[in-house]
């Protein structure tokens, strides 16, 4: 068996070993899974109420790893409902909105799908996005296309991470920063 390398992320209390993953031929990425991690999704949803505006509406997510984030979020702010913007068009959705959005861990292009009754939802209403990891920022521009298709107006871009250049950007409220690394 081979060894992975590993980054060592801390947050607050909490410190875990990221394992090193490349994604392509020039650049690996500290993999950061939040999915099952139970004490870290709450530490983090704790950390980041603190850095949420003080007048939103809803909180809106992209599947499948803001998920779990925008729930304890949501709890922790008292709000009733969050939305979830889906990867794939679900046969249950009316009359839905999508764009493209590119990601640095998906080598395809993907959709970015709001079911036509979220979109009515939060039509006019202040909406802050929620997601664990902001990386080249392609699923945030298309989740702040979508809400403004919506007729809704972004009034925060929340996430546990930012990783790369995204560490530089003045308009997401973040935890900590994440390193690339170039092979
Ligand atoms: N470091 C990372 N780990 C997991 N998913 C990611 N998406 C973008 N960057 C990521």
């Known amino acids: 068996m081979t060894m992975t390398s590993t980054y060592t992320l801390t947050l607050g209390p909490l410190t875990r070993q990221l394992p090193i993953i490349p994604i392509s031929a020039d650049l690996a990425i500290a993999s950061f899974v939040l999915l099952g991690d139970a004490e870290l999704t709450d530490y983090a949803a704790s950390a980041l109420a603190h850095k949420m505006p003080a ?3 809803y909180l ?3 599947e499948s790893k803001g998920i779990p984030l925008a729930q304890e979020l949501s709890r922790l702010t008292n709000r009733a409902q969050f939305v979830v913007l889906r990867k794939s068009q679900k046969d249950y959705m009316r009359d839905p909105l999508s764009v493209p959005v590119n990601a640095i861990t998906t080598s395809a292009p993907q959709h970015l799908f709001l079911d036509g009754l979220d979109a009515q939802s939060i039509a006019h209403k ?3 996005i929620v997601d664990d990891v902001i990386s080249s920022g ?6 702040n ?7 809704a107006t972004v009034v925060g871009q929340v996430a546990i991470l930012a990783e790369g250049d995204a560490a530089k950007r003045t308009d997401i409220e973040f935890l900590a920063e994440l390193p690339l690394f170039p092979l």
């Open 126 to 128: 202040r909406v802050v």
């Open 55 to 57: 007048h939103f509406d």
């Open 60 to 62: 809106i997510t992209m």
């Open 145 to 151: 296309e979508l809400v403004q298709q919506a007729g």
């Open 138 to 143: 392609g699923s945030l521009r298309a989740a």
